[in-house]
């Protein structure tokens, strides 16, 4: 019965079971993945707008920096300059320039400086001195009428010569700072470079005649460049920079180039800050920039959407599905082990309480069948018992009259012997019937199952043992009646094994009980006779030899006891030796 039941209850369990969590954990994951490319989207758009606003004050800092740097080289420049005292000649001379933004030549007329014994419009010793104090960019600027031109400075042209001649000119916010009387600090183109710059006026004799100019390159931006080329967005992004003209600063691909016609940079100019969605060669991609002024730079920073979204979707169902599969692993673990498990265990001793319940029914069924059986029994033998008291004796009577040569007397001898084997059946009847009263003393029972095979014939070829687990072997019985029940059941025993065999006696027991199996490895019983074993005269053994009144008796004994028998056999040599046992529960006091 188990194996039947065990497969089909545990495999209807664990597949539904394991069915709906994987239908549940699948649905699960599929709308958190969509919930998250929704939010994922947006998450994109603020990581990259904080990754820009990082960046601009890491620059803020950076200018900082290069502001108080220009600062106090202004101070430097400002006290050496004046140490010697700076005189105006009264000629002027002619002098030709250049607009540095247009490229625009004209001449002009100016008038030489003199500062201590050098003439500065002829001379850079002062520039040369002050490059090896300071650094940077240092110029004397004198004011013409187009602009302030450079008469002395260290600034070089991009063909390597002194950019001496060139001209701010008048428009640029410089001039007009520092024809206010301002000092200017900020940044400034110097020729073709950016510079954070100071210019100062020089004023002579209480007119803005030209400024003093101190400047350190900006857009050498070479550890900015470095911490910025090394930082990654995500698994696509990273941010790049560019100034208001599209040229590209920093960029781990483009540098040096301007962005071209109908890019985003489109989309970017003259705005301050903002985030863009746009396509690149089939690519969709994010840009967060952000304007900063003070370098005139745009920082930004680009993400691939496709990439991170599906970078994304990847690493969520690469989690969903180990997380699935651990959680389905040990929600079967745990559905096999206390649901199906107890379930069996509950169908199982359903299945046993039934069995249990259909033999109790069966038992009960057979015990009323014997009890009216032991009724007529009772009372058939009842009334025969004296009619054949009549026979016996009469017959002994007539047996005794006759002569011993009298051909009559084998027939007499027959009627005696039959009327006796009637009483003996009668006798056996009544032992069924419980008619006897039950006389218990204490007997030893491994003791009293020794002697009982002294009463059966028990032939050479077979062996017999008894095996005793008993502490205390003493058992209330009425030993009389007892020895009857135990040589039916050995004499039975021994005529299923004509070819010899083992006839074994195991006694166990507890306080309460004691228990006597009684095996042989004779022919065993059939199936179908298994339930008629206790039935008066129910035989398999020819007329003449057997009654059927062997196990009735043997029952109704034990029952007066009020013990149990039970019996197993087995007849197919395939399966197990064949044999039977009767199995005796005897109570120690009954
Ligand atoms: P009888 O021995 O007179 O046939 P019993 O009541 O003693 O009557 O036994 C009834 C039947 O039960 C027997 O005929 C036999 O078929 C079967 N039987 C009893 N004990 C055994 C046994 N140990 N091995 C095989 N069959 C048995
Ligand atoms: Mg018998």
Redesign the pocket.
Known sequence: MKPKIKIPLKLKLFLPVSLIIIIVVVLSTTIIINKSISGFNDQIKSTLQLEVKTISKMFERESILKLDKVQSNLKVAHELFYQEKLTVLDDSVRMSVENQETGEKSDVYLKKWIRGNEILNDSNDFVDKLETIIGGTITVFQKSDSGFVRISTNVRKPDSTRAIGTFIPNESPVIQSILAGKTYYGRAIVVDKWYTTAYEPIIINGETAGMLYVGDKEKDLSELKEILNSLHIGNSGFPFVFDKNGLILIHPYLEGQTWPECSFYDQVKGKKEGVIDYEHKGKNKTVAFLYFDKFEVYIAATIDKDVENHDMVHDSIKGAVLVAALSIFLLLIFIYRFTTEKLYKYFNALQISNKKLASAESALKRSEQLANMGQISAGIAHELNNPLGVITMYSNIVMDELKPDDPLRDDMQIIVTQAERCKNIVGGLLNFARKNKLKVVEIDIVEFVRSSLNSVVIPDNIKTSIKSELHDPYVMIDSEQMLQAFT??E???V???PDGGLLEFFVTGNAKEVEIK?K?S????EAE?MD???T?F????EIG??????????YGIIKMHKGKIA?E?NTDKEKAPT??T?KITLPRIN
């Not at 030899?545 to 043997?554: M, Q, S």
């Open positions: 039916n059941i004499k039975n025993a005529e299923a094994m009684i042989d004779g022919c065993g019983i006779n008629k074993l206790f008066p129910f035989t398999t053994k030899k057997g009654t059927g009144l062997g196990l009735p008796l043997v019996v056999s044999g039977t009767f």
